[in-house]
Nanobody, 115 residues
């Protein structure tokens, strides 16, 4: 299972660090993603990191967000800087097995950015 944490309320320009801890899976065989879903909008990809450490970012967050993983701790973090009100959403982490494609979702963590 996946456990996300680190959400909260910040003012525009602030920073937050989200963490997602995995248990019960062979973490190093999973690509990891962060998604977000704002009210009334579809869930969208924010960032991803492959099992090999390759990082990918959505254009909306590129340059402001850094994804990282620690296979020893079985966790993936999302450092978010220069937050904007439009970053307000529930953020979810997902694990995708690199061979089977089986995916696991964590519960969401709320990020609220006020102007």
């Amino acid at each position: 299972q996946l456990q996300a944490s680190g959400g909260g309320s910040v003012q525009a320009g602030g920073s937050l660090r989200l963490s997602c801890s995995a248990s019960g899976i062979s973490f190093s065989f999973y690509d990891m993603d962060w998604y977000r879903q704002a009210p009334g909008k579809e869930r969208e990809s924010v960032a991803a990191i492959t099992h090999g450490g390759e990082e990918m970012y959505a254009d909306a967050v590129k340059g402001r967000v850094t994804i990282s993983r620690d296979n020893t701790k079985q966790s993936v973090d999302l450092q978010m800087n220069s937050l904007k009100p439009e970053d307000t959403a529930v953020y979810y982490c997902q694990a995708r097995h690199v061979v089977t494609g089986h995916s696991i979702w964590g519960q969401g963590t709320q990020v609220t950015v006020s102007s």
